[in-house]
């Protein structure tokens, strides 16, 4: 019996360091915040003008781009100038770092 307890507790404080873990490491950076306002949380479904970045398709140029210029630029593909929504204005004063941050953030969950 005393084994089996021992067991279970092990089992318990190793879920709950798991849960903790992934909890801190899907962590937003600061600069999300911009995003969130219209596209929420990734994976959240509670997008007020923009799609759900965590099923976003784009590599990190193509996603770096629309950040930088909106929902339309030159080289865009024509099928994804515009959302069904809104469109997005360009985002200034959002830098590299924080593109590949947000980047990294948007997709952790692949």
Known sequence: MRLDRRLIVAMAVGLVTLAAGCTLGQRAPEAYSRCEK??????????KGGPDLAK???D?????K????????????DKKSSYKWKEMPPQTG???EDIKRIFKFVHAGR
């Open 56 to 58: 976003s398709t784009t």
């Open 94 to 96: 959002v830098s590299d």
């Open 60 to 64: 990190l140029e193509v996603f770096s």
């Open 38 to 47: 219209c596209h929420g949380m990734p994976g959240g479904g509670n997008q």
């Open 66 to 77: 629309q950040v930088k210029l909106g929902s339309r630029w030159k080289e865009k593909d």
